[in-house]
């Protein structure tokens, strides 16, 4: 696709006109200056010729003509051009069919982003699998390498060699079955680092694998062991040390962070929105991780119409500010004074428009209130009558013939008319109605008539905004967070540590504090220290 080619640098003409030659070696000069000056300039800079300039046909690069483009008429329209042309004339870009379009190259780059992002999700769970294939596999060559390799050779396996093989079989069954759960599993995010333990344990597994390869290789299948019992406990030792570093790896990625030791202060920047969270000992990176699937279980969902108020209102404001130049050059002596005297009383004005800024900002406010309030009363009616409306037909169906019974689908359309207009005015008033769909209404609807739930059960959904699970994919307006820290992201969290979360249109502010050490003591109340003798007075009033 054609676009068009930057080409940065000024053009150099050669000055044909009559002038003296002391003016036009001038002019050569100041123009040389200012190209070594330019050439510095970024590539990307463009600066468009001014209006009252006369435009070049040509396209000029690094001060020469690009190939193909006549000299003559750049050079007669030179003639006509005042001494500093070097200052404001630029190249004027043209027409390249060997270019790429912008859209072409974000287009190649999200493609690969794609696929790099694909590899990098599947990756640990292929590695993860050859290293468990590799890991179940050694045992089992062990065992049967010297049978394969010199039967003949081979001592007889008694009682106890045959007990050491219901062992092995067990102990892999259960190596098996743990790796499974803690290794074999699809990843929850893409990280930008590796996980250091992860990557520790797999490199503990190949060291341990690799070492008992090196010596079954010299001190067995050189030597051609008879003692074919010893080799099975070679093989037991083997499967017991996986089974410890599987113990190992069930601490360090699974156990450690349990306890918490630190208080996660987040905010969003846009609203201002907090959140307070106790975590472990993480890695910045595994921390934003828990961070982020605790933003869309609890924080609300992200509405930038609820910011749209504000920024209007500010606008307005500033739009209200006039300043006045008092002394123009158009203004005559004695009308200087009274354009000053009327400047300062529309300044005045303007200042007294801006000490009564809150009073607008709190009728505004009051009368949004007053307005969801309505639009609320109106659709609890309208949904209430809707339901009662369905309790009633519910029970002349049951002695209708069932031919005439309605399916829930189609009596969760019948009544969906009658409570859509209020629903849709509320969700406008309180700017939400590009968070629930039709369908979806619909879906909710049918679902609260299945279950037999109450008119409230069904409005909760859309009186308040729910968290950002609630609503679908398409609804979270962020699938891509990334993330911003001085610190290293492998490295664990700390007191005060501090970094960001971005996303599109807004960030989360993450703030790290430790959970002070407390002291709790006992203090004891002996039982006896209760008890005490009501003494009553012998004498009575007659």
Same mark, same amino acid.
């Given at each position: #696709?054609?676009?068009?080619?930057?080409?940065?640098?000024?053009?150099?003409?050669?000055?044909?006109?009559?002038?003296?030659?002391?003016?036009?070696?001038?002019? *050569?000069? %100041?123009? @040389?200056?200012?190209?070594? &000056?330019?050439?510095?300039?970024?590539?990307?800079?463009?600066?468009?010729?001014? =209006?009252?300039?006369?435009?070049?046909?040509?396209?000029?690069?690094?001060?020469?003509?690009?190939?193909?483009? =006549?000299?003559?008429?750049?050079?007669?329209?030179?003639?006509?051009?005042?001494?500093?042309?070097?200052?404001?004339?630029?190249?004027?870009?043209?027409?390249?069919?060997?270019?790429?379009?912008?859209?072409?190259?974000?287009?190649?780059? /999200?493609?690969?982003?794609?696929?790099?992002?694909?590899?990098?999700?599947?990756?640990?769970?292929? !590695?993860?699998?050859?290293v468990a294939l590799m890991v179940l596999a050694t045992p089992l060559a062990f065992l049967l390498l010297p049978v394969l390799m010199w039967p003949d050779r081979l001592q007889a396996c008694g009682a106890a060699c045959e007990g050491l093989f219901l062992s092995i079989a067990f102990k892999l069954l259960i190596l098996l079955m743990a790796m499974w759960a803690l290794?074999? /599993?699809?990843?929850? +995010?893409?990280?930008?680092?590796?996980?250091?333990?992860? +990557?520790?344990?797999?490199? $503990?597994?190949?060291?341990?694998?690799?070492?008992?390869?090196?010596?079954?290789?010299? %001190?067995? $299948?050189?030597?051609?062991?008879?003692?074919?019992?010893?080799?099975?406990?070679?093989? !037991?030792?083997?499967?017991?040390?996986?089974?410890?570093?599987?113990? $190992?790896?069930v601490v360090l990625m699974e156990l450690r962070h349990l306890q918490p030791c630190y208080t996660v202060c987040v905010i969003r920047s846009t609203d201002g929105e907090t959140r307070q969270y106790n975590v472990g000992q993480l890695s910045v990176q595994k921390a934003a991780l828990s961070i982020l699937e605790y933003y869309y279980r609890d924080f609300p969902l992200?509405?930038?119409? $609820?910011?749209?108020?504000?920024?209007?209102?500010?606008? @307005?404001?500033?739009?209200?500010? @006039?300043?006045?130049?008092?002394?123009?050059?158009?203004?005559?002596?004695?009308?200087?004074?009274?354009?000053?005297?009327?400047? *300062?009383?529309?300044?005045?004005?303007?200042?007294?428009? &801006?000490?009564?800024?809150?009073n607008e900002l709190y009728y505004e406010e009051a009368d949004y209130e007053r307005r969801v309030r309505k639009r609320r009363a109106r659709l609890v009616v309208a949904v209430e009558e809707a339901f009662t409306h369905v309790r009633r037909m519910k029970k002349e169906d049951e002695q209708a013939t069932p031919s005439d019974i309605m399916d829930v689908r189609e009596?969760?359309?019948?009544?969906?008319?009658?409570?859509?207009?209020?629903?849709?005015?509320?969700? %406008?008033?309180?700017?939400?109605?590009?968070?629930?769909?039709?369908?979806?209404?619909?879906?909710?609807?049918?679902?609260?008539? !299945?279950?037999? #739930?109450?008119? &409230?059960?069904?409005?909760?959904?859309?009186?308040?905004?729910? =968290?950002?699970?609630?609503?679908?994919?398409? *609804?979270? #307006?962020?699938?891509?967070?990334?993330?911003?820290?001085?610190?290293?992201?492998?490295?664990?969290? &700390?007191?005060?540590?501090?970094?960001?979360? /971005?996303?599109?249109?807004?960030?989360?502010?993450?703030?790290?504090?430790?959970?002070?050490?407390?002291?709790?003591?006992?203090?004891?109340?002996?039982?006896?220290?209760?008890?005490?003798?009501?003494?009553?007075?012998?004498?009575?009033?007659?």
């Amino acid at each position: #696709m054609d676009t068009e080619s930057t080409h940065s640098g000024y053009s150099y003409h050669s000055s044909r006109s009559g002038r003296s030659n002391r003016h036009g070696d001038r002019s *050569r000069e %100041r123009h @040389k200056a200012s190209s070594s &000056k330019d050439s510095t300039r970024s590539e990307r800079s463009v600066v468009i010729n001014p =209006p009252d300039t006369p435009s070049q046909d040509s396209p000029v690069h690094n001060g020469e003509p690009l190939p193909g483009d =006549p000299t003559s008429t750049a050079d007669q329209e030179d003639e006509g051009q005042d001494d500093n042309w070097g200052e404001t004339t630029t190249a004027v870009t043209g027409t390249s069919e060997l270019s790429i379009s912008q859209e072409d190259v974000v287009g190649l780059g /999200k493609e690969m982003q794609d696929r790099t992002r694909g590899f990098r999700r599947y990756l640990p769970l292929a !590695v993860g699998s050859c290293v468990a294939l590799m890991v179940l596999a050694t045992p089992l060559a062990f065992l049967l390498l010297p049978v394969l390799m010199w039967p003949d050779r081979l001592q007889a396996c008694g009682a106890a060699c045959e007990g050491l093989f219901l062992s092995i079989a067990f102990k892999l069954l259960i190596l098996l079955m743990a790796m499974w759960a803690l290794f074999l /599993k699809p990843g929850r +995010a893409s990280l930008p680092r590796v996980c250091v333990y992860r +990557a520790f344990l797999t490199t $503990l597994t190949l060291l341990l694998t690799m070492s008992y390869w090196l010596f079954f290789g010299v %001190r067995i $299948l050189d030597a051609q062991d008879e003692d074919y019992h010893g080799i099975v406990q070679f093989a !037991v030792s083997l499967v017991d040390s996986q089974l410890f570093v599987h113990y $190992l790896a069930v601490v360090l990625m699974e156990l450690r962070h349990l306890q918490p030791c630190y208080t996660v202060c987040v905010i969003r920047s846009t609203d201002g929105e907090t959140r307070q969270y106790n975590v472990g000992q993480l890695s910045v990176q595994k921390a934003a991780l828990s961070i982020l699937e605790y933003y869309y279980r609890d924080f609300p969902l992200h509405n930038p119409a $609820l910011l749209s108020a504000s920024k209007h209102r500010a606008a @307005k404001h500033l739009a209200g500010l @006039k300043v006045y130049n008092v002394d123009a050059p158009g203004s005559t002596a004695g009308a200087q004074p009274g354009n000053g005297n009327q400047s *300062r009383a529309m300044v005045t004005a303007a200042a007294k428009r &801006k000490d009564s800024a809150h009073n607008e900002l709190y009728y505004e406010e009051a009368d949004y209130e007053r307005r969801v309030r309505k639009r609320r009363a109106r659709l609890v009616v309208a949904v209430e009558e809707a339901f009662t409306h369905v309790r009633r037909m519910k029970k002349e169906d049951e002695q209708a013939t069932p031919s005439d019974i309605m399916d829930v689908r189609e009596a969760a359309l019948a009544i969906f008319p009658s409570m859509a207009r209020a629903l849709q005015k509320y969700l %406008r008033t309180t700017r939400r109605q590009h968070c629930h769909s039709m369908e979806s209404i619909q879906k909710h609807l049918a679902f609260c008539l !299945v279950n037999n #739930m109450s008119p &409230k059960a069904f409005l909760e959904a859309y009186l308040a905004p729910g =968290p950002t699970l609630q609503y679908g994919p398409e *609804r979270w #307006m962020a699938d891509q967070w990334t993330l911003v820290s001085e610190a290293s992201v492998t490295g664990g969290i &700390k007191e005060g540590s501090e970094f960001l979360l /971005k996303c599109l249109d807004f960030s989360l502010a993450v703030t790290i504090k430790g959970i002070p050490y407390i002291r709790l003591t006992e203090e004891y109340i002996d039982p006896k220290s209760h008890k005490f003798i009501l003494l009553l007075q012998s004498e009575t009033s007659v």
